[in-house]
Nanobody, 121 residues
Framework: QVQLVESGGGLVQAGGSLRLSCAAS?????MGWFRQVPGKEREFVAY????????YYADSVKGRFTISRDNAKNTVYLQMNSLKPEDTAIYYC?????????????????WGQGTQVTVSS
């Protein structure tokens, strides 16, 4: 069992930046960030592999968000720049044991509790 704890959410003006952190109690193959707004499905944001550091992004955040990891701290980060009101959501980190990259939320094995990000216009 892997426990994930997110932190770093908050309120920011459009154009601003936030950095989310996700501390993991154990190591899996890869980590992902997702986000969700009420009434909508959970949406893929970014993905990173622990060993290689290879990454993958949703088109909606490419060029603005950066996912990274600190192997020594078992922590994954999501640096969010040039934030837009449409980025407002609860952000979740997730851990995946499988070795195939996926953007599908149901294929992730462990989830954090989520952290609210609100971008004002």
């Amino acid at each position: 069992q892997v426990q994930l704890v997110e932190s770093g959410g908050g309120l920011v003006q459009a154009g601003g930046s936030l950095r989310l952190s996700c501390a993991a109690s154990g190591r899996t193959y890869a980590m992902g960030w997702f986000r969700q707004v009420p009434g909508k499905e959970r949406e893929f944001v970014a993905y990173i592999r622990w060993s290689s550091g290879s990454t993958y992004y949703a088109d909606s955040v490419k060029g603005r968000f950066t996912i990274s990891r600190d192997n020594a701290k078992n922590t994954v980060y999501l640096q969010m720049n040039s934030l837009k009101p449409e980025d407002t959501a609860i952000y979740y980190c997730a851990a995946r044991s499988g070795v195939v990259h996926t953007t599908i939320a149901s294929r992730y094995d462990y989830w954090g509790q989520g952290t609210q990000v609100t971008v004002s216009s």
